[in-house]
């Protein structure tokens, strides 16, 4: 009976500072505030996974004729940009 004990106060302390955790997490990104509505010049195209530790991310700025992607590749060594400035044509932004 006294390692069932044992267990849930374990448990129970887990429990407790995975909240408590998640708590302080969410308090530090209450103070920044998600960009929404019609005024977003910025998008994430498309997320592509290299392996298991680089990502290539297409992102796009900018809408209508003024549209332009950059295409870069994240890793744990930083990011590298391979092509900046691609034109977006005028149905690639309309089904983007």
Do not use: C, W, Y
Request: hydrophobic share 50%.
């Amino acid at each position: 009976m006294t390692d069932f004990a044992r267990f849930a106060a374990a448990l129970i302390f887990v429990l407790a500072l995975m909240g408590g955790l998640s708590l302080i997490m969410r308090r530090i990104n209450a103070g920044r505030l998600p960009v929404t509505g019609a005024n977003r010049q910025m998008r994430v195209v498309e997320v592509l996974s290299l392996d298991a530790r680089r990502r290539a991310i297409l992102l796009q700025r900018g809408r209508g004729s003024d549209a332009r992607q950059h295409l870069i590749i994240l890793g744990p060594n930083g990011e590298t940009i391979v092509e900046t400035g691609i034109v977006v044509s005028d149905d690639t932004a309309k089904n983007g």
